[in-house]
């Protein structure tokens, strides 16, 4: 599992409450991501970063920004969460060339 | 953007059964990996293969990057196997390390 940790696990939360995902990393790797997974999507990619303070957007950014302030956490916010954010949420780290992933969330919005 | 397509969406097997898997992506790729989830979510990485073969036990891949596809061999299958495979492509150029998958191919292995 590389040392990735995500919290929370599972987590059930209103329509326009803030929300904050952690992604945790105990190797030192440099980039890191988060994705969404959807029934008949696959795993689609939200944002990434290449280090700290530097981030881009991934294919479905719209809703969420991140922050990288510490080499280990990569944090992921939902300003104001929507039912459409119902999903569950993976961290990945790349090492060399091989992404290794984190054991997910599952978010519910109501 | 890149667009990665697999193929069949879904497969059903009997155990010991051999199946081919395919990813297809429509432009040039600095990475292509295959991945295995599991039935309680769990994402494994089963090779990082942009060109050539590789074989692991009863798993072999092979890229052929100048027609733009990969091809996921499963041989002997066993209930284990069972889950979801993902290819997912890093594109060449500025977005040389994002990462797209495919909607991944459904698989399921009866004993």
């Known amino acids: 599992d590389a040392g990735i940790t995500q919290s929370p696990r599972h987590k059930v939360t209103e329509t326009g409450t803030p929300v904050t995902l952690r992604c945790h990393q105990t190797e030192n790797h440099r980039y890191m991501y988060w994705y969404r997974q959807d029934p008949g999507h696959g795993l689609r990619l939200i944002h990434y970063s290449y280090g700290v303070k530097d981030t881009d957007k991934g294919e479905v950014s719209d809703g969420y920004s991140v922050s990288r302030s510490k080499t280990e956490d990569f944090l992921l916010t939902l300003e104001s969460a929507t039912s459409s954010q119902t999903s569950v949420y993976f961290c990945?780290?790349?090492?060399?060339?091989?992404?290794?992933f984190g054991p997910g969330t599952r978010l519910t919005v109501l | 953007g890149i667009q990665v397509e697999q193929s069949p969406p879904d497969l059903i097997l009997q155990e010991g059964a051999n199946s081919t898997l395919r990813c297809n992506f429509s432009d040039s790729v600095n990475n292509l990996q295959w991945f295995h989830q599991n039935p309680w979510g769990q994402l494994i990485n089963l090779f990082y293969i942009p060109s050539g073969t590789k074989q692991n036990g009863r798993l072999s891949a092979t890229t052929v990057a100048t027609e733009r596809y990969s091809l996921l061999y499963i041989s002997s299958s066993q209930t284990t196997d069972s889950g979801v495979y993902f290819c997912a492509v890093s594109p060449r150029g500025a977005g040389g390390f994002k990462t797209i998958f495919g909607a991944g191919t459904r698989l399921f292995v009866k004993a």
């Open positions: 990945a780290i790349r090492s060399t060339d091989t992404q290794y």
